[in-house]
């Protein structure tokens, strides 16, 4: 079985920085793509940023200059660096993997439960 468990979120001010990270756990053979979605209230599901497995990265232009993603192969670890946050930037963030398990040869997408980041002064 396959989990994947976010940390990180919180309150902070308009300006600052959080660090969101998400690790991948269980009978795992290989992590192709991971990467970042959020949610804000009464809005839909929004792709944030995606890194691959040779570290190529895609950003939504709303957060473009501002997130940085990054991954560690070695403890199947996404990370989302996240400075200037705006009050827009609230919401639930999620993580989500391509995963081949040694169970399920196929890759298959994994989600998080969710971290919340809310931007207020």
């Known amino acids: 079985q396959v989990q994947l468990v976010e940390s990180g979120g919180g309150l902070v001010q308009p300006g600052g920085s959080l660090r969101l990270s998400c690790a991948a756990s269980?009978?795992?053979?290989?992590?192709?793509?991971m990467g970042w979605y959020r949610q804000a209230p009464g809005k839909g599901r929004e792709w944030v940023a995606t890194?691959?497995?040779?570290?190529?990265?895609n950003y939504a232009d709303s957060v473009k200059g501002r997130f940085t993603i990054s991954r560690d192969n070695a403890e199947n670890t996404v990370h989302l660096q996240m400075n200037s946050l705006k009050p827009e930037d609230t919401a639930a963030y999620y993580c989500?993997?391509?995963?081949?398990?040694?169970?399920?040869?196929?890759?298959?997408?994994?989600w998080g439960q969710g971290t919340q980041v809310t931007v207020s002064s």
């Open positions: 890194i691959t497995s040779s570290r190529g990265t």
């Open positions: 269980g009978s795992i053979f290989s992590i192709a793509s």
């Open positions: 989500n993997a391509q995963i081949s398990s040694y169970t399920t040869v196929a890759y298959n997408t994994y």
